[in-house]
Protein backbone atom coordinates (compact mmCIF):
# COMPACT_ATOMS: atom_id res chain seq x y z
CA UNK A 1 0.00 0.00 0.00
CA UNK A 2 1.88 3.45 -1.21
CA UNK A 3 1.95 6.18 1.42
CA UNK A 4 0.63 9.48 1.28
CA UNK A 5 3.21 11.77 0.07
CA UNK A 6 4.17 13.84 3.44
CA UNK A 7 3.50 17.82 3.11
CA UNK A 8 6.67 19.79 3.37
CA UNK A 9 6.57 22.19 6.61
CA UNK A 10 5.89 25.52 6.46
CA UNK A 11 8.21 27.93 7.74
CA UNK A 12 6.63 29.65 10.93
CA UNK A 13 6.79 33.46 9.85
CA UNK A 14 5.11 32.70 6.36
CA UNK A 15 1.36 32.39 7.30
CA UNK A 16 1.28 35.46 9.54
CA UNK A 17 3.00 37.59 6.74
CA UNK A 18 0.04 36.67 4.36
CA UNK A 19 -2.25 37.48 6.43
CA UNK A 20 -0.22 40.70 7.09
CA UNK A 21 0.31 41.54 3.84
CA UNK A 22 -3.22 40.81 2.93
CA UNK A 23 -4.69 42.96 5.73
CA UNK A 24 -2.37 45.74 4.64
CA UNK A 25 -3.48 45.14 0.85
CA UNK A 26 -7.38 45.10 1.40
CA UNK A 27 -7.14 48.43 3.10
CA UNK A 28 -5.16 49.67 0.09
CA UNK A 29 -7.29 48.09 -1.99
CA UNK A 30 -10.51 50.35 -0.46
CA UNK A 31 -8.56 53.48 -0.27
CA UNK A 32 -7.47 53.20 -4.07
CA UNK A 33 -11.55 52.16 -4.93
CA UNK A 34 -12.39 55.38 -2.84
CA UNK A 35 -9.80 57.68 -4.56
CA UNK A 36 -10.58 56.38 -7.88
CA UNK A 37 -14.47 57.53 -7.33
CA UNK A 38 -13.47 60.60 -5.64
CA UNK A 39 -11.61 61.41 -8.76
CA UNK A 40 -13.74 60.20 -11.37
CA UNK A 41 -16.48 62.37 -9.64
CA UNK A 42 -14.35 65.60 -9.83
CA UNK A 43 -13.45 64.90 -13.72
CA UNK A 44 -17.08 64.37 -14.31
CA UNK A 45 -18.02 67.77 -12.55
CA UNK A 46 -15.09 69.53 -14.78
CA UNK A 47 -16.36 68.27 -17.73
CA UNK A 48 -19.66 69.71 -16.84
CA UNK A 49 -18.29 72.88 -16.09
CA UNK A 50 -16.59 73.15 -19.43
CA UNK A 51 -19.90 72.22 -21.18
CA UNK A 52 -21.75 75.12 -18.99
CA UNK A 53 -18.78 77.70 -19.81
CA UNK A 54 -18.91 76.50 -23.70
CA UNK A 55 -22.46 76.95 -24.11
CA UNK A 56 -22.62 80.17 -21.84
CA UNK A 57 -19.95 81.47 -24.78
CA UNK A 58 -21.73 80.15 -27.57
CA UNK A 59 -25.54 81.92 -26.40
CA UNK A 60 -23.72 85.35 -25.78
CA UNK A 61 -21.73 85.34 -28.89
CA UNK A 62 -25.15 84.81 -30.45
CA UNK A 63 -26.95 87.85 -28.48
CA UNK A 64 -24.20 89.70 -29.61
CA UNK A 65 -24.62 89.19 -32.98
CA UNK A 66 -27.64 90.06 -32.40
CA UNK A 67 -27.28 93.58 -30.89
CA UNK A 68 -24.76 94.19 -33.61
CA UNK A 69 -27.74 93.88 -36.12
CA UNK A 70 -30.15 95.92 -34.27
CA UNK A 71 -27.07 98.49 -34.11
CA UNK A 72 -26.51 98.28 -37.60
CA UNK A 73 -30.02 99.44 -38.20
CA UNK A 74 -29.70 102.17 -36.67
CA UNK A 75 -27.06 103.53 -38.05
CA UNK A 76 -28.35 103.21 -41.26
CA UNK A 77 -31.29 104.95 -40.04
CA UNK A 78 -29.30 107.68 -38.52
CA UNK A 79 -27.37 108.09 -42.14
CA UNK A 80 -30.37 107.85 -44.32
CA UNK A 81 -32.24 110.84 -42.03
CA UNK A 82 -29.19 113.07 -41.96
CA UNK A 83 -28.91 112.13 -46.13
CA UNK A 84 -32.30 113.53 -46.77
CA UNK A 85 -31.62 116.61 -43.82
CA UNK A 86 -34.06 115.64 -40.98
CA UNK A 87 -31.37 116.02 -38.19
CA UNK A 88 -33.60 116.22 -35.74
CA UNK A 89 -35.25 112.10 -36.54
CA UNK A 90 -30.69 111.73 -36.51
CA UNK A 91 -30.67 112.57 -33.21
CA UNK A 92 -33.45 110.96 -32.15
CA UNK A 93 -32.28 107.63 -33.27
CA UNK A 94 -28.32 108.43 -32.78
CA UNK A 95 -29.71 109.03 -28.44
CA UNK A 96 -30.58 105.58 -29.12
CA UNK A 97 -26.89 104.41 -29.32
CA UNK A 98 -25.44 101.55 -26.98
CA UNK A 99 -22.54 102.17 -24.86
CA UNK A 100 -20.10 100.53 -27.19
CA UNK A 101 -21.84 102.02 -30.67
CA UNK A 102 -21.50 105.51 -29.59
CA UNK A 103 -17.60 105.98 -29.06
CA UNK A 104 -17.50 103.62 -32.74
CA UNK A 105 -19.99 106.03 -34.47
CA UNK A 106 -18.26 109.08 -33.56
CA UNK A 107 -14.58 107.92 -34.37
CA UNK A 108 -16.22 106.81 -37.79
CA UNK A 109 -18.13 109.73 -38.33
CA UNK A 110 -15.17 111.38 -37.68
CA UNK A 111 -13.15 110.18 -40.47
CA UNK A 112 -15.82 112.15 -42.53
CA UNK A 113 -17.04 109.07 -44.59
CA UNK A 114 -19.52 110.27 -46.89
CA UNK A 115 -16.94 112.38 -48.51
CA UNK A 116 -14.51 110.53 -48.14
CA UNK A 117 -14.09 107.33 -49.83
CA UNK A 118 -10.94 106.07 -47.56
CA UNK A 119 -12.55 105.86 -45.02
CA UNK A 120 -14.25 102.84 -43.20
CA UNK A 121 -17.98 101.48 -44.96
CA UNK A 122 -19.28 101.46 -41.41
CA UNK A 123 -18.51 101.92 -37.88
CA UNK A 124 -18.34 97.83 -37.22
CA UNK A 125 -14.65 97.77 -37.95
CA UNK A 126 -11.58 97.04 -35.46
CA UNK A 127 -10.20 99.52 -33.50
CA UNK A 128 -13.66 101.14 -33.64
CA UNK A 129 -16.40 98.91 -32.32
CA UNK A 130 -15.99 96.18 -29.41
CA UNK A 131 -19.09 93.90 -29.61
CA UNK A 132 -21.22 93.10 -26.69
CA UNK A 133 -19.58 90.21 -24.26
CA UNK A 134 -16.18 89.92 -26.05
CA UNK A 135 -14.36 89.94 -23.14
CA UNK A 136 -16.79 87.58 -21.29
CA UNK A 137 -16.65 84.85 -23.98
CA UNK A 138 -13.10 85.05 -24.20
CA UNK A 139 -12.81 84.32 -20.06
CA UNK A 140 -15.93 81.36 -21.18
CA UNK A 141 -13.51 79.91 -23.48
CA UNK A 142 -10.74 80.25 -21.58
CA UNK A 143 -12.27 78.93 -18.65
CA UNK A 144 -13.56 76.23 -20.73
CA UNK A 145 -10.32 74.78 -22.25
CA UNK A 146 -8.69 74.76 -18.86
CA UNK A 147 -11.75 73.02 -17.11
CA UNK A 148 -11.41 70.63 -19.71
CA UNK A 149 -7.68 70.00 -19.58
CA UNK A 150 -8.09 69.48 -15.84
CA UNK A 151 -10.75 67.34 -16.32
CA UNK A 152 -8.55 65.03 -18.59
CA UNK A 153 -5.87 65.23 -15.53
CA UNK A 154 -8.30 64.28 -13.39
CA UNK A 155 -9.57 61.09 -14.89
CA UNK A 156 -6.60 60.26 -15.61
CA UNK A 157 -5.91 59.81 -11.68
CA UNK A 158 -9.29 57.89 -11.29
CA UNK A 159 -7.27 55.63 -13.80
CA UNK A 160 -4.50 55.37 -11.85
CA UNK A 161 -5.98 54.78 -8.86
CA UNK A 162 -8.15 52.06 -10.64
CA UNK A 163 -5.40 50.28 -12.00
CA UNK A 164 -3.65 50.23 -8.34
CA UNK A 165 -7.10 48.67 -7.47
CA UNK A 166 -6.63 45.60 -9.61
CA UNK A 167 -3.09 45.67 -8.59
CA UNK A 168 -3.91 45.19 -5.29
CA UNK A 169 -6.87 42.58 -5.70
CA UNK A 170 -4.05 40.48 -7.52
CA UNK A 171 -1.60 40.90 -4.10
CA UNK A 172 -4.32 39.47 -2.07
CA UNK A 173 -5.36 36.82 -4.30
CA UNK A 174 -1.48 35.64 -4.69
CA UNK A 175 -0.79 35.93 -0.80
CA UNK A 176 -4.26 34.30 -0.12
CA UNK A 177 -2.96 31.31 -2.70
CA UNK A 178 0.71 31.39 -1.34
CA UNK A 179 0.13 29.15 1.53
CA UNK A 180 -1.55 26.44 -0.12
CA UNK A 181 1.34 25.47 -2.20
CA UNK A 182 2.36 22.26 -0.74
CA UNK A 183 6.69 23.12 -2.53
CA UNK A 184 8.47 25.82 -0.64
CA UNK A 185 9.66 27.39 -3.95
CA UNK A 186 6.26 27.98 -5.43
CA UNK A 187 5.32 29.17 -1.85
CA UNK A 188 7.99 31.73 -1.40
CA UNK A 189 7.81 33.17 -5.45
CA UNK A 190 4.02 33.64 -4.94
CA UNK A 191 4.72 35.84 -1.98
CA UNK A 192 7.66 37.59 -3.27
CA UNK A 193 5.67 37.73 -5.85
CA UNK A 194 2.83 39.24 -4.27
CA UNK A 195 5.42 41.60 -2.30
CA UNK A 196 6.75 43.02 -5.15
CA UNK A 197 3.62 44.01 -6.82
CA UNK A 198 2.07 45.76 -3.62
CA UNK A 199 5.67 47.91 -3.35
CA UNK A 200 4.80 49.01 -7.09
CA UNK A 201 1.29 49.69 -6.05
CA UNK A 202 2.17 51.08 -3.03
CA UNK A 203 4.94 53.83 -4.68
CA UNK A 204 2.27 54.67 -7.60
CA UNK A 205 -0.29 54.90 -4.97
CA UNK A 206 2.18 57.47 -3.10
CA UNK A 207 2.97 59.44 -6.20
CA UNK A 208 -0.71 59.87 -7.15
CA UNK A 209 -2.43 63.45 -5.68
CA UNK A 210 -5.32 63.15 -3.27
CA UNK A 211 -8.77 64.54 -3.14
Request: a negative charge; aromatic letters at 10%; one cysteine or more.
Amino acid sequence: MDEAPLETPKWPWFEPSCAILMAVASVATAWCSYQSSCWSGESGGLEAHADKLQRQAIAQHHEARQIEAIQMRLVMEVIDARMEGNEKLASYYADRFTDELKPAYEKWIALNPLEDRTAPPHPFVPGFYTPRFEQEIRDAQAGAVKAEAEAGVAGHVASSYLGNTVSLATVILFAATAEKFNQPRVRGWSLAFAICLFLFAAVRTALLPII
